[in-house]
């Protein structure tokens, strides 16, 4: 198995290149932070550490810095996939970088305007340079993925607003590619999903919450966090898709990773199976009262 993941530094992208490397592919793993320099937002993670991380998981990680906007650094990256694999079987779009950029429950016209355009660009013009040079690679055989990741299902942002017009717009666009994607790419024997995985334990927030993975349960920022997940989660879920010979019946769709996990038994690290969108429709935002444990 030859994938991509496009935004791989870290969180959901590592999580997902590191299952993928455990089911045993080769890996490429871009983004802008590398050892060398680091992206706008400056944190610590590489790369290069997550393709370290891939190859130690079974697979074989290759890191390629590139920046998703510049749709000439993005079809470097696909010549190169061309020239050293002849093919690619899985696409994951998971390139975000708008941390910093929105401004929860701010009106349109309050928000930063360029902060929002840049969340756009970031959120959505990347996920389309780069399939636009990727996916004619990926549909040279049949049974190519594509998983494109965001936040939310399609059910439940059709009905709730995202607290940032900007954001909003992000993470429904990016549900909408997919369902668009599924479309192209049904004619060639392709599959296109659009993936969200739950409250995420990733390095930002442990950090924010001032925990570790070892004691994220003291922190209480939102009662769903007590069904959140390890970023290995949504990676196992992109792995049971990418070997699933039936994948074609997700085209199209809108999935969680812990409805995924209902379907294929994968769990997390810690052996629970969290579910964190379902908790979220059926018990926090109605108000009700539930032990999270039963969503996990």
């Known amino acids: 198995m030859i994938a991509l993941v496009a935004g791989a530094t870290r969180g959901t992208g590592r999580g997902i290149a590191v299952q993928l490397g ?24 590489t790369i290069e550490e997550t393709a370290e991380l891939v190859t130690r998981a079974g697979g074989t990680g290759i890191a390629v810095r590139v920046d998703h906007l510049d749709p000439a650094q993005v079809q470097a990256l696909a010549e190169r996939i061309e020239r050293e694999q002849g093919r690619l079987d899985v696409l994951v779009n998971d390139v975000w970088g708008g941390e910093g950029l929105y401004e929860w429950d701010t009106p349109v016209w309050k928000h930063n305007l360029d902060n929002g355009l840049r969340l756009l660009r970031l959120a959505i013009d990347t996920h389309l340079i780069t399939s636009h040079h990727l ?7 049949p049974g190519g993925l ?11 942002n059709d009905t709730h607003y995202r607290v940032s017009p900007y954001y909003d717009l992000a993470k429904v666009s990016v549900n909408r590619l997919a369902f668009s994607q599924a479309h192209d790419l049904e004619p060639y024997g392709g599959t ?15 950090e924010l919450f001032g925990v570790t993975e070892e004691t994220w349960r003291e922190a209480a920022p939102d009662p769903a966090w007590a069904v959140s997940e390890t970023p290995a989660y949504v990676g196992r879920a992109v792995a049971a898709l990418a070997t699933d010979p039936d994948k074609g019946r997700w085209s199209g769709r809108s999935v969680s990773s812990g409805e995924l996990a209902q379907v294929y038994g994968f769990t997390d690290v810690d052996g629970s199976r969290p579910d964190v969108w379902r908790f979220i429709t059926e018990v926090r935002d109605p108000g009700k009262e539930a032990d999270p444990e039963d969503y996990r």
Not at 29 to 43: A, H, K, P, Y
């Open 192 to 206: 296109a999903v659009a993936l969200t995985p739950g409250f995420l334990r990733s390095e930002a927030m442990l």
């Open 135 to 141: 996916q004619p690679l990926l549909i040279r055989h």
């Open 22 to 45: 455990a089911a045993g592919a080769t890996v490429y793993c871009t983004g802008r932070s590398t050892r060398e320099g680091r992206s706008e937002l400056d944190r610590p993670e």
């Open 146 to 156: 594509v998983v494109e990741v965001t936040d939310g299902t399609t059910g439940y």
